[in-house]
């Protein structure tokens, strides 16, 4: 099945340590995307990336990093200098051209600083 | 700077009583109005994408709706499985970000 994978589900992070949530997509799509989700807040963009070797500072990007190796992956890994990693993370993905933009995504990971 | 703004933030319905979904933005040169729906502990599931005033799209009991400063999510005999936050997002011209609204938590009771 075509879609987005994101794992682990559950992640648990003790205290200066960094974390790294996979993202994979076989949607063929050029631009991803990493959003963390608040309760109460809107989505807010951490980082995205619109072809592979090049990405953006989102709105959140601070004790964050990403890389964008190949088309399908865009792991993003969560640094010691986040100071409230707890949160939930969505990957996301869209072709981002003529065809269209919509914006899919994967289901999400927990994580947790214990 | 463009905005998207969700109402009601939370609406129960019961089960068979249709109502309405609010979404207004303001966006420089709208590239697309998506709207999704979102199960506890789940990532957005798609249900719509409108790109210009006027057009809708249906899906089961769901109606989507686009004009140049809102756009509407008419649920019409909802079921208690409709229960779920459903959120709406723009992309402006120009940008490769979406914004996204805060929700509407949506609960139908049986």
């Known amino acids: 099945d075509g879609g987005i994978t994101q794992s682990p589900k559950y992640l648990f992070r003790k205290e200066g340590q960094n974390v790294t949530l996979s993202c994979e997509q076989n949607l063929n799509h050029d631009a991803m995307y990493w959003y963390r989700q608040d309760p109460g807040q809107g989505l807010r963009l951490i980082y995205y990336s619109q072809i592979v070797n090049d990405f953006q500072k989102g709105d959140i990007a601070e004790g964050y990093s990403v890389s964008r190796e190949k088309k399908e992956s865009f792991p993003l890994t969560v640094t010691s200098a986040q100071k409230n990693p707890t949160a939930f993370y969505l990957c996301?993905?869209?072709?981002?051209?003529?065809?269209?933009?919509?914006?899919?995504f994967g289901e999400g990971s927990w994580l947790t600083v214990v | 700077e463009d905005q998207v703004t969700q109402s009601p933030e939370a609406l129960r319905l019961q089960e068979g009583e249709s109502s309405s979904l609010n979404c207004s933005y303001t966006?420089?040169?709208?590239?697309?109005l998506f709207w999704y729906r979102q199960d506890p502990g789940k990532g957005p599931e798609f249900l719509f994408t409108?790109?210009?005033a006027g057009e809708e799209k249906e899906k089961e009991r769901l109606k989507a709706t686009l004009t140049k400063k809102e756009s509407f999510l008419h649920i019409t005999a909802p079921k208690p499985e409709d229960s779920a936050t459903y959120l709406c997002?723009?992309?402006?011209?120009?940008?490769?970000?979406?914004?996204f609204g805060t929700g509407t938590r949506l609960k139908v009771l049986a």
């Open positions: 409108l790109y210009s």
């Open positions: 997002a723009v992309r402006s011209g120009g940008t490769y970000k979406y914004i």
């Open positions: 996301a993905s869209s072709p981002d051209s003529t065809d269209g933009n919509t914006i899919y």
């Open positions: 966006v420089s040169g709208l590239r697309g």
